[in-house]
């Protein structure tokens, strides 16, 4: 059969086409099929970003209402590509306008607070990095973003901010530049304020940018929990200020002021100062970026008295009328002297004339008819030497040694204060048993661990300890309100129409070899003093100007007023029981 | 093709073959039905490729803007976020107890160092009422709190420059109900306040006390300079 020529080629082109389909099948097949798996890996590898840490953001810390004192925020670290510097034009009312590059870089010098020539010296880096600034913060990025500069780029940062400042700084600590806890809070509290970093995977294009499809959470990121704290940050401001106004005017080393929650054990303030700012700890000295309320042991002086007095009662062989004669010097039976602050003469007093008098000899005469087995027994009973239970990192115990190993001076002087040495935390908390009708708590600075869904983990509480009987506290408690009644010193403590229990404190400062003639003067107070609720612990440590303690009963005071205004307490109603002081 | 194909075959044949052709028409018949049916199904199959294709590239085009419009999105939400920082962070310092402190003192406020408690259960005032003092107990020196991170202060200018009659306190009947339990409330005189307390709450048909403010109440306490009030809540 003849075929038509055209029909002929036309056949033949279409098995030509028809050739190079198939052939073109056969390499998407290779491509789709035999090599997809090796194209698919380089192509992965080119644009898919695996395992890209999720930041998990750091944990706050909150006050008793939940104000914010540590928190994180976004900061920018400014950066430039040096290889790509160069003038930048803007148009300005519409016009072209070139600014050079020194011009740019002065620009940038002062929104950053950064040198110019710093920002010159920057741009002749070789490569394609360079660090202008760190840690910016937002309204300064905005600026920079503002300013659409090619060459500049700005990478978030998370930073630690305590926008309190100083507030609570002794308790909070703070964070190294890296984000490590270093101190405080923040340190002891790492496991509930630290997050879980996340990671995630996803495929980018060729200007970067995700494709959303692409993007797998393969590990969620879970951010830190928030520290809640018993601190009222109002009172704790208003007390660091008191003691910052304190240390100042007498010219001290340091001071403090504490106020506990009688019946709980809560620490609602503890001042310091001088304190540490955590934004900017660097600029502290070391020696004060602690908190010398749980951290410094000194000799706490007269503040003991009220614990041998305790001991006294509790052990039965004094009562609150139980009569002395006090000369203003009593001699050892190994030839040393034990003295009373002041010269007088043989005076007839009783346990609360001589705690009212804070007379170290009328101490010594009651005190030490209790075995002094017995009255170590009970300063343990009392917390000292031991740490308190609050949990603050580098807590220290104090220093009360063994009394089997004590002098014979120490075996007298302890009674009153000296030759043993104890932290801020703990005087306080001595006076909070007394207040607790004889039941000492653990301090508390931390409620809790508050998750995601606000429930509170506390803390392990520390078991409560019976140190004195209910009757030895209220008669303890009932001398106390004596020494601010009468006291010479004492009633410098007293608050208008509040009843007002305390004991004031001069301790000598050991100096090595022998003591100095700096002190120590504390005051210690308990309110109302018809049913204790609040106890104010204040201490100026080496006075340079008031050698007793007139010089922080005016702290204690104003510290005591705002605690008692903060919470609401009514003035007192009834009077102080009436208990001889003295006899003839 | 196929229309070649049919015209040949539609030209007159002679009259003798007509058993065979029609035979073989048949098969014709049958063969050119069945390259019709492939024909249109390759046309069907081409147009539903092309279909799908223009589809697909529809689909890749709004996808591409899907993820542009989502890195807008992206953006415009850090730059709200950078926003509420900022603010957020202004507000901070602005409530600070540094600068509430610093404010306080240059308003001239003191505190009271007499508090005094009016108990719902009797109406029994609580305390001495004594006004309130630029020397009284209760004073600090100058905000010593160090803070580095304060980034906005109050604008005394700014609100020296506000209508006199900005903090003015209106003439005000207290009338303390019996739900009552904590509250506090100022009585203020040309150079004096006084704050009252109340606590407890008032029981059933007990008399129910209340304060009457002031009759002209100035906008603020004028006291000498220097000195603060210790703390900004009270």
Known sequence: ?584 | MSAIRLERLSQPQPQTQTRYESVTRSAQSTAIQTRTSIGKMIMWVVLGITTVSLANLALISINAQAIYDIRNLKNANEQMTTTAQILGEKVDSLSSQQNLSNTARHLGMVINSNPVFLRMADGKVLGKATPASYSATGRVSTNLVANSVLVETTNFAALKALPKDTFSIPKTTFSVSGSTTASTFSKVSSSTVTTFTVVGASPAGAAKPSVIAAKALPQQVVLPSGGIPASPTH
């Open chain 1, 1 to 584: 059969m003849h075929q038509d020529p055209i029909h002929f080629r036309l056949g033949k082109f279409l098995k030509v086409i028809g050739l190079v389909f198939v052939l073109f099948i056969g390499l998407l097949f290779k491509v789709q099929v035999v090599d997809s798996g090796s194209i698919n890996e380089v192509s992965s590898k080119a644009r898919t970003k695996t395992d890209v840490r999720i930041p998990a953001v750091r944990g706050n810390i909150v006050d008793s209402a939940g104000h914010i004192l540590a928190t994180t925020v976004t900061r920018y670290d400014v950066n430039i590509d040096p290889s790509i510097v160069s003038a930048v034009t803007e148009k300005i009312n519409g016009q072209d306008t070139v600014f050079t590059k020194e011009q740019v870089a002065g620009q940038l010098a002062i929104l950053l607070k950064v040198p110019q020539a710093k920002i010159l010296s920057k741009f002749l880096i070789s490569g394609r990095y360079a660090n202008l600034a760190k840690a910016v913060d937002a309204a300064v990025y905005r600026q920079i973003e503002a300013l659409r500069i090619n060459w500049v780029s700005a990478d978030p940062v998370q930073k630690r901010v305590y926008p309190g400042g100083a507030l609570a700084g002794n308790l909070l600590g703070f964070v190294g530049s890296d984000g490590t806890p270093l101190a405080g809070i923040e340190r002891e509290m790492n496991a509930c304020l630290a997050g879980t970093d996340g990671k995630q995977t996803y495929v980018q294009g060729a200007d970067g940018i995700i494709i959303p499809e692409s993007l797998k959470v393969t590990q969620p990121a879970r951010n830190g929990n928030t520290v809640v704290l018993n601190i009222n940050s109002d009172l704790q401001y208003y007390a660091q200020q008191v003691v910052a106004d304190t240390a100042m005017t007498l010219n001290a080393d340091w001071a403090s002021g504490i106020v506990i929650e009688a019946k709980t054990g809560k620490i609602l303030a503890a001042a310091e100062a001088p304190t540490v700012d955590p934004n900017s700890f660097w600029k502290t000295k070391s020696q004060n970026l602690g908190s010398r309320i749980f951290q410094f042991a000194f000799e706490p002086g007269s503040i003991m008295k009220t614990v041998s007095a305790a001991t006294a009662l509790d052990v039965g062989v004094a009562t609150p009328a139980t009569r002395a004669i006090v000369p203003d010097r009593l001699r050892t039976p190994w030839g040393q002297y034990i003295y009373d602050s002041e010269i007088h003469g043989f005076e007839k007093l009783t346990l609360t004339g001589v705690l009212r008098d804070s007379s170290n000899v009328g101490i010594v005469k009651i005190t030490t008819k209790v075995p002094l087995a017995t009255r170590f027994a009970y300063l343990k009973r009392f917390g000292l030497g031991a740490k308190t239970g609050v949990g603050f990192e580098g807590e220290s115990s104090g220093l009360i040694g063994n009394y089997k190993n004590w002098d014979k001076m120490t075996d007298l002087v302890s009674s009153f204060g000296q030759g043993i040495a104890v932290t801020p935390i703990q005087t306080a908390m001595m006076y909070q048993t007394v207040a607790n009708q004889g039941v000492r708590l653990a301090p508390t600075l931390v409620a809790g661990c508050k998750d995601a869904s606000g429930g509170i983990q506390p803390l392990p509480s520390v078991a409560p300890q019976t140190v004195i009987t209910p009757e030895t506290a209220a008669s303890t408690m009932d001398m106390l309100e004596k020494v601010v009644e009468f006291g010479p010193i004492g009633r410098t403590a007293q608050l208008p129409g509040y009843r007002i229990g305390g004991k004031t404190g001069t301790a000598q400062v050991s100096q090595g070899h022998g003591y100095g003639l700096l002190h120590a003067i504390s005051f210690v107070g308990i309110a109302p003093a018809e049913n204790p609720q609040y106890i104010v612990a204040v201490t100026a440590y080496k006075s340079r100007r008031v050698s007793n303690s007139l010089g922080i009963t005016p702290a204690f005071r104003k510290i005591m007023l705002q605690v008692l205004r903060t919470y609401r307490v009514p003035p007192s109603s009834g009077h102080s029981k009436k208990i001889p002081m003295s006899w003839n």
